[in-house]
């Protein structure tokens, strides 16, 4: 067998035996898993394909308000005016790798999971550095000076209670890794007779604070030299992910795709595949579309430390 027919035998034979939604569904699982803003802000998603430059318009209800019930019986009917904050899904990033040892991925799972893996954390970083890069349209701020404590965040507390967020609604509050180890050193939760729990000194894992659902993340914004850092305390509507499919390819010859949603965040996700001749392995490329914006800036606060 000349060497043009190896390759063309690995090409037919080998790549064939990729299965894409396998392979995609492995991806997103992986995407989501590392994500905490993207999955707690006001997610926009649709299966109409988009690309790159289409713009988006997310709505924004105007308020209500309660009225006396006239002696005529005839209602107040309200015109709350919604408001449309329009988005641009102008970010399209990927992820690719090249498995050169086929036979060796085909036979070890293992090994296109990790590599799988890798392209999907990278992907998800992008899609949080984005959302918290918002912190520039904060429409409050609160500086917490060398160390995060529970006084702050009483006074996000306050913040967000005289904005007239319903005392139900969900409330986070992203914390760099300082911040986050701050709270962790306080003996509010290290005394597991006063707080009730060993979660935090066991777990290293900080329950809800005062209403607030706490993340620890690397993907912290900080600004300057000593550092600031922009922590955000926020609601699902103070920002929005707009998400769109990519469209599937099939064009033969071993190239081939599959578009993902993940059914409970609504994140999409791109997979393709295909025989590279030059580089003489399989091509995977892991790829999302996507856009971020505020949509209520006040109830998006910026929790500063240095």
Avoid at 70 to 82: C, E, F, I, L, R
Avoid at 104 to 132: F, T
Avoid at 180 to 193: G, K, Q, R
Avoid at 232 to 253: F, I, K, S
Wanted: proline content about 3%; glycine content about 8%; some cysteine.
């Amino acid at each position: 067998m000349t060497s043009l027919e190896i390759k063309s035998t690995i090409n037919r034979d080998k790549v064939a035996q990729f299965i894409p939604e396998k392979i995609a569904r492995t991806a997103i699982n992986k995407l989501t898993s590392y994500m905490n803003l993207a999955r707690t802000v006001t997610r926009v998603f649709e299966q109409e394909v988009g690309q790159e430059g289409d713009t988006v318009k997310v709505p924004v209800y105007g308020n209500l308000s309660a009225n006396e019930m006239s002696k005529t019986g005839v209602v107040d009917v309200q015109d709350p005016q919604a408001t449309d904050v329009e988005l641009t899904v102008d970010q399209h990033w990927e992820s690719s790798f090249l498995i050169r040892d086929v036979a060796r991925a085909m036979a070890n799972q293992d090994v296109l999971a990790g590599y799988v893996e890798n392209g999907a954390i990278a992907l998800a970083e992008k899609i949080e550095n984005s959302l918290a890069s918002l912190y520039l349209s904060a429409g409050d701020n609160i500086s917490a000076g060398a160390n995060i404590g529970l006084d702050d965040i009483r006074s996000l507390r306050k913040k967000h209670v005289d904005l007239k967020i319903p005392r139900l609604a969900p409330k986070y509050l992203y914390l760099d890794t300082d911040g986050y180890s701050d709270l962790l050193a306080l003996s509010t939760f290290t005394d597991a007779s006063a707080f009730g729990s060993r979660s935090a000194l066991i777990e290293g894992k900080i329950p809800t604070l005062y209403g607030y659902g706490i993340f620890e993340t690397q993907n912290v914004v900080s600004t300057g030299s000593p550092a600031t850092y922009h922590c955000l305390g926020y609601t699902e509507q103070a920002m929005a992910l707009v998400m769109r499919p990519l469209p599937g390819v099939d064009a033969g010859l071993g190239a081939k795709s599959v578009v993902v949603q993940d059914a409970e965040s609504g994140v999409g996700m791109r997979v393709s595949y295909s025989w590279d001749k030059d580089h003489l392995g399989v091509q995977v490329t892991l790829d999302v579309l996507f856009g971020v914006g505020t949509l209520r800036d006040d109830f998006l606060i910026d929790v500063q430390h240095t």
